[in-house]
């Protein structure tokens, strides 16, 4: 059974720091990865997905990558501020026999991340 | 304006009620999923549906039920037998999966169930 590990659970930081979030996966037979925003009361923003082929997919200041042989993935965010703050989630789609996939992502628990002035 | 709606935005229910939560999408999309949100914890798969007429259960599907009649509806249903129904429930929505395609997931803004 797929299971998702997301590490640290809280993060609290200043203003401008660089910081990386962390995603493991225990079984390598993924179709794709994908980061997501939410924030309090809210649902989910996708952020960055990530096919199995590739190694990362970069949007502004975010940096998503992708190790599938270690069943690792890393949130890069350059130059955090504010209005970052919010609970990261990665979530992990499941490839069938086929090769495709039934669309079912198994999440992580999330990070919740707070950027103080 | 495409996205995927959400209603109620929050929903009180007595203890041995069914309530139906609503999830409509304008995206043409053909798979339509339920998820359930607790506090501290990651989002658990209810149910889903790859085409009209057809869903599947995901990891916690007893105690729901889930219809697809129309492409653009997936409405939930929680029946009396779910144990501990209070919860944040997501609606999200996807291309079919299948090669070719990313099927990147979009969810709708979420409904706060509480039993009272």
């Known amino acids: 059974k797929q299971e998702v590990t997301q590490i640290p659970a809280a993060l609290s930081v200043p203003e401008g720091e660089n910081l990386v979030l962390n995603c493991s996966f225990t079984?390598?037979?993924?179709?794709?990865l994908q980061w997501f925003r939410q924030d309090p009361g809210k649902g989910l923003t996708s952020l960055l997905l990530?096919?199995?082929?590739?190694r990362e997919q970069t949007s502004g200041r975010l940096n998503a990558s992708l190790d599938k042989s270690s069943g690792r993935s890393t949130l890069y965010i350059a130059a955090s501020q504010p209005g970052d703050s919010a609970t990261y989630l990665c979530?992990?789609?499941?490839?069938?026999?086929?090769?495709?996939?039934?669309?079912?992502?198994?999440f992580g628990q999330g990070t919740i991340l707070t950027v103080h002035p | 304006d495409g996205g995927i709606t959400q209603s109620p935005k929050y929903l009180f229910r007595k203890e041995g009620q069914n309530v139906t939560l609503s999830c409509e999408q304008n995206?043409?999309?053909?798979?339509m999923y339920w998820y359930r949100q607790d506090p501290g914890q990651g989002l658990r798969l209810i149910y889903y549906?790859?085409?009209?007429?057809?869903?599947q259960k995901g990891d916690i599907a007893e105690g729901y039920s889930v219809s697809r009649e129309k492409k653009e509806s997936f409405p939930l249903t929680v029946t009396s037998a779910q144990k501990n129904p209070t919860a944040f429930y997501l609606c999200?929505?996807?291309?079919?999966?299948?090669?070719?395609?990313?099927?990147?997931?979009?969810f709708g803004p979420g409904t706060r169930l509480t039993v009272l």
């Open positions: 979530a992990v789609l499941l490839i069938n026999a086929g090769g495709t996939s039934y669309g079912k992502l198994t």
């Open positions: 999200a929505s996807s291309i079919l999966p299948s090669g070719g395609f990313d099927n990147e997931q979009f």
């Open positions: 990530i096919q199995s082929s590739q």
């Open positions: 549906s790859q085409i009209v007429n057809d869903f």
């Open positions: 079984d390598s037979a993924i179709y794709n």
């Open positions: 995206l043409n999309h053909d798979a």
